[in-house]
């Protein structure tokens, strides 16, 4: 009887051990997006239609209807072309970027404020959960009184903690477009632009990374970078 409990024991053991091997092997969703109406799992190199809802980091959940909901709140839909990251970054089919979750943000020197995916202007002064407060204008006041103005593209979580924020560099109809400091524009031929991590867009389609190495953009290609900086 002893003989048969232990390998009943071992059998299961080493049916959880390949369980947790093969999960572990699982490639990782990485980002999903909507084509043809259809939601999409993107994993390394694979894309397959997505089978069952995905939980992620910082209480994201993405459901099979091409809809997502962050934490307890409303399910947003992903729209055609859009894609969803891992990491609680939307990306347009235009290139341009923005964090799913509520935020402060400065646009043009202007204090933005982004709940439940709707974006308004902030009025007066709002105050966020840490005791800070950001006024109108982009000036952040510290609980000490010490004020500072955020710049542009600086992005502010609700309780108050700084979040990523990222630039894009984008090739959409033969027209290299970046998006830098929170605002979006073109870069035309013979021009360049400078980014906040340092690499150089030229309006030809192509740009030189910090480190040297150059990317020649492909159409419908879009490069992430590092956005701005608080130093």
């Not at 990306?91 to 943000?105: E, F, K, M, Q, R």
């Given at each position: 009887m002893k003989t048969i409990k232990l390998w009943t024991l071992s059998l299961g053991f080493t049916a959880l051990?390949?369980?947790v091997t093969r999960a572990q092997e699982a490639p990782v969703v990485e980002r999903v997006?909507?084509?043809?109406?259809?939601?999409v799992a993107v994993q390394g190199a694979q894309t397959t239609p997505?089978?069952?809802k995905l939980t992620w980091p910082n209480d994201?959940?993405?459901f099979t209807n091409a809809t997502y909901r962050v934490g307890e709140g409303r399910e947003r839909k992903i729209?055609?072309?859009?894609?969803?990251?891992?990491?609680g970054?939307?990306?347009?089919?235009?290139?341009?970027?923005?964090?799913?979750?509520?935020?402060?943000?400065?646009v043009r020197g202007r204090a933005m404020i982004t709940v439940e995916g709707e974006q308004s202007?902030?009025?007066?002064?709002?105050r966020l959960g840490n005791g800070k407060r950001v006024l109108a204008d982009g000036t952040l006041i510290e609980p000490s009184g010490q004020r500072r103005r955020l710049l542009d593209g600086e992005i502010l979580r609700l309780d108050g903690k700084s979040a990523e924020a990222k630039d894009t560099v984008s090739l959409i109809g033969g027209k290299v477009s970046v998006q830098k400091d929170g605002s979006k524009f073109e870069v035309a031929p013979g021009r360049t632009i400078t980014m906040n991590e340092g690499s150089k867009v030229f309006g030809e389609g192509y740009l030189i990374k910090s480190d040297g190495t150059k990317v020649v953009l492909a159409e419908g290609q879009t490069v992430e970078l590092a956005g701005v900086i608080r130093r």
């Open positions: 051990l390949t369980v997006t909507v084509k043809d109406s259809v939601t997505l089978k069952e994201l959940t993405v729209q055609e072309g859009q894609t969803l990251r891992r990491d970054t939307v990306l347009n089919a235009d290139g341009s970027t923005y964090p799913v979750y509520d935020h402060v943000a400065v202007a902030v009025a007066g002064e709002y």
